[in-house]
């Protein structure tokens, strides 16, 4: 296959959904690096996001795609993002970056504009974003505590980062450290002009010798949250090069799976503008040091918004990616893992109902028992995802009208 082979797949993606779903097929938006200019045959993504009217039945879709993916998966690399008007306009309510990207950069290949004017994204929000890839990606600086397929995962998205922030292939020799702190460094360059409250970023005594400087560390499930000091833009590559990461490693690898490198600041606006849930739901563990997210209050409504993200990236993305492309006898395997999903979804939405003291709500019909039929299955899983998406998405625009009526004094 040739470069060209990318607009075959493309077509290829619309004449199976036009087949398939007939007039309710609404439109095909195409988005992303191949619209961008910095798109890499075989090494990019290609984006695309589909609007279906009414059902959209993740066994036809299967159906649809399946041949798609047999000719040309090594070259869309994952299957579009698909769903009905309702789950795509909340979807894109709730991810307003990705919302200004399609809407300001995106290609309509096939029907009619039918998504909604996207809302206004500040600095503050963009910046919070690439700070949580940013410090997902971060794990690359520590692999040897990562299963080798997660290992390969981080190095990869932090190479795509790279890529990403300054439009450049990322060099043959390759160091985490180095390419973090470029990354980082833009961060903080831009941080300057983002206003945050006040943070006395002091030394704290007994800080750990192979890390002299830290401030703080968190526990997230199995992974350490280690947040370094503050520093001109210009120094931090040197920080984190300096850092015997490797002995490091060595140090935490019977108790955790993996190092997130941060600093209070970038930590602090991660909270406040995307990883809102975490922050209400306790999900970091205070373990050592300054405590920079003790102080930090956020609005209702981002909170709703984060905790809608996870069932609609499920919904409209990885369920339909991860069963068109599997093999029928995987089938048992994917369902186990997103009946775990659907498990840390509904333990969430417990522990918010505590911390609520409201009545904890759960999809009306229970998912359908093992020997039944995988289709139907699969079909179940869609369902409640569709159901806790929209629940969290009400609550989310429940949650603004009421902050637009009663202001905060």
Sequence with gaps: ????????????????????????????????????????????????????????????????????????????????????????????????????????????????????????????????????????ASTAIAPSLLPEKEASEASMNLKRLFKQTFDKIVEDDYQAPRLLGRIKQHIHEELRSVPQQPWEDTPVRDAPPLICDLRAIYELENRLVLVLPESDPELITQQLSTIDWPT??????????????????????????ENTSDLYLKSYDHAWGLDPIASIEVEPWRIYRDLARLPAELLVGSLPNAYIISEDTDAAMLIHDFQNKLLNIQLRNELLGRLDFRQVTLPPTPLPEIDEPIERRIDAIFNHLEWWANQYFTSMKSAQTAEVNNPPQ
């Excluded at 996001?49 to 869309?76: M, T």
């Excluded at 490198?261 to 602090?268: C, F, H, W």
């Design 1 to 136: 296959m040739s470069p060209g082979d990318t607009t075959k797949a493309i077509s290829a993606v619309n004449d199976a959904l036009r087949e398939e779903y007939a007039d309710n097929y609404v439109s095909l938006y195409l988005f992303g690096s191949v619209v961008t200019g910095n798109y890499q045959f075989r090494q990019s993504d290609v984006n695309l996001l589909a609007v279906i009217e009414g059902d959209v039945g993740i066994n036809r879709l299967r159906d649809a795609l399946k041949p798609v993916w047999s000719e040309y998966g090594n070259v869309l690399r994952k299957i579009p993002k698909i769903g009905n008007r309702k789950s795509i306009d909340s979807y894109l309510a709730i991810n307003p970056i990705l919302a200004q990207h399609i809407s300001s950069q995106g290609e309509l290949v096939y029907g009619k504009p039918c998504l909604a004017q996207p809302a206004e994204v500040l600095l503050s929000e963009r910046l919070a974003r690439t700070i949580s890839l940013t410090m997902q």
């Design 248 to 273: 490091v490693s060595s140090r935490v690898a019977d108790q955790f799976r993996g190092l997130y490198i941060t600093t209070a600041r970038e930590l602090r606006l991660m909270m406040q503008y």
